[in-house]
């Protein structure tokens, strides 16, 4: 990687089942120059998010052979827009590249709060990932204090911000499942949950009974097929379930999983189960940033995260991701 060299990433066919990373290519070009309205970023930070795979198996949001969509976090080096100046650190889109034409609508500035917020923060727990867990809780299940609350994929990004916020929302038992030993152990020795499972040593539902034998209250899922049918199991009279995706079911979307198989269990208990999108609620970012963002400064709310370092990484970052071997939020760093 050169000063005068942009590198794109871009998907040259499509996947069937796993992806692998002859999948992707670096293809090499000049920087560009803005142009009148634009401005040059240099991309420091990249997020990779189980959503990208999704993005994967159709042209939505990537296009075979073209750049890849992304959250990223970049400097102003070159504008042509009075609104961004050098210098600025902005968050946009348009990630999986090294360099970016962005207009001014394209971006927004990465806020100043001061000591004690790392610029990590913008991309994990105060970004799209924290972002999806706190509409999750707040928005969508509407969770109140003292309510038990089951996250399933507790260990990845969004999953952690959702132990970490739920504590300061005043949840009362977190219960969480993970997919190793090790990840089992961070989710009740640092995150604050006060149990959690590995769903690899068996039936989801008879896990998820033994740690919460009362039941729960709310449920964020975020793996579809059988944890979805656990939570449902879990759930008492009137609970509610944010689903906010289906990480479990990416790799096999022409043979989708049978469960939940108890889907009518929603009547019986009176319960509720609504997916959402984040970007329909782009409104809360305010609300999540009160709420942590004291709690990031006195260092009493700790970020979780991996990084790994080097974009020419990216692609194994991202694979590394959907295969769990990320301990919250997976980024990437320049």
């Known amino acids: 990687m050169t000063n005068d060299t942009m590198i794109t990433v871009q998907q040259t066919a499509r996947p069937t089942g796993f992806p692998t990373p002859d999948l992707f290519s670096f293809v090499e070009s000049p920087v560009p120059s803005p142009e009148p309205g634009t401005a040059l970023v240099e991309n420091l930070q990249w997020s990779v998010d189980p959503y990208h795979r999704e993005a994967m ?50 971006v927004r500035r ?134 906010v995706g289906a990480v479990g079911q990416y790799h096999s979307l022409s043979a989708p999983p049978p469960a939940p198989r108890n889907l009518f269990d929603l009547v019986e208990k009176s319960a509720r189960l609504e997916g959402f999108l984040v970007r329909n609620h782009m409104d809360a970012q305010e609300e999540l940033h009160d709420l942590a963002v004291p709690h990031l400064r006195s260092g009493a709310l700790p970020l979780d995260v991996t990084v790994v370092e080097g974009f020419e990484r990216i692609v194994d970052a991202f694979l590394g991701m959907l295969k769990g071997a990320n301990l919250g939020k997976m980024l990437v760093s320049r």
């Open 57 to 106: 198996d159709g042209d939505v949001l990537w296009t075979l052979n073209s750049p890849m969509e992304g959250r990223t976090l970049g400097r102003v080096l070159d504008s042509r827009d009075p609104s961004l100046r050098p210098g600025d650190l902005v968050l946009h889109r348009k990630g999986w590249r090294t360099h970016a034409l962005v207009a001014p609508g394209e």
């Open 110 to 243: 990465v806020p100043d709060f001061g000591p004690g917020v790392p610029l990590a923060a913008h991309l994990s727990l105060l970004g799209g990932t924290g972002l999806s867990a706190y509409v999750g809780l707040t928005r969508i299940a509407r969770l109140q204090e003292g309510e038990d609350l089951f996250v399933s994929a507790a260990a990845g990004g969004v999953g952690t911000a959702a132990g970490r916020l739920a504590r300061l929302l005043g949840a009362g038992r977190l219960v969480g499942s993970a997919g190793s030993p090790g990840k089992v152990a961070y989710l009740t020795e640092e995150v604050g949950f006060d149990a959690a499972f590995d769903y690899h040593e068996g039936p989801v539902t008879e896990l998820l009974a033994k740690a919460a034998p009362d039941g729960v209250d709310v449920a964020l899922e975020g793996v579809g097929g059988e944890h979805l049918e656990a939570a449902i199991d879990a759930l008492r009279d009137h609970g509610r379930i944010a689903w």
